[in-house]
């Protein structure tokens, strides 16, 4: 059985929502699913102005245990076209799984928000990659066998490199069922090639 941890950074619910989507679709294999989150950075009085969504229940995860895990699926919003500060920050520190090749040959996978359409989803994604490279992982994404990324009969977020979702300027828009299951496919295709690489 697979360990798979969902690893997330959300400032206001929506990557929240689609991290547990994608721990579902894990958990659908039979796969071992952890939900975690990385540490807030911004203080508190500027994210409680901000109205972040600060009652988060996943608990905070730290760098030494994302050795513990066969894969590894990261969630963070766009911000101006590259993952969130706070999700990056994490990583950074990496250095040292990274120097003892902990994370060779784990797999890993990422998700994201933007505003718009065409907000940054893409390269958010792809600019995450490398860091995966770096460490030796093994990189998977959301294969066009997820039929719900094809056709223009809706507004969705979505793409062959990862699940997302549109949240609109104000934030109203929450992801919508065919986001979520995206998600939910992305978790259960990373979870199956986990299980067959251990």
Do not use: C
Request: glycine share 12%; hydrophobic share 40%; charged share 15%.
């Amino acid at each position: 059985m697979a360990k798979v941890l969902v690893l997330y950074y959300s400032a206001y619910g929506h990557i929240e929502t689609m991290a547990y989507a994608v721990a579902e679709g894990a958990r659908s294999t039979g796969a071992d699913v952890v939900v975690k989150r990385v540490p807030e950075l911004v203080p508190d009085e500027v994210a409680k102005a901000s109205y972040y969504k600060m009652d988060q229940a996943a608990p905070i995860a730290t760098v030494d245990e994302l050795a513990d895990y066969d894969a590894i699926i990261v969630g963070a919003g766009t911000r101006f076209g590259t993952v969130a500060s706070q999700m990056r920050n994490f990583w950074d520190q990496t250095g040292s799984l990274w120097f003892a090749g902990k994370l060779v040959g784990k797999v890993g996978s990422v998700f994201t928000s933007s505003a718009t359409q065409h907000g940054g989803q893409e390269s958010t994604i792809l600019g995450f990659i490398p860091t995966f490279l770096h460490q030796g992982m093994i990189v998977a994404g959301l294969p066009y066998a997820f039929q719900g990324q094809m056709g223009l009969d809706e507004i969705k977020g979505g793409s062959p490199y990862g699940a997302s979702t549109i949240t609109d300027g104000d934030g109203s828009r929450q992801p919508s069922a065919i986001e979520l299951e995206a998600a939910r496919y992305q978790g259960a295709h990373v979870a199956k090639i986990a299980a067959k690489l251990g």
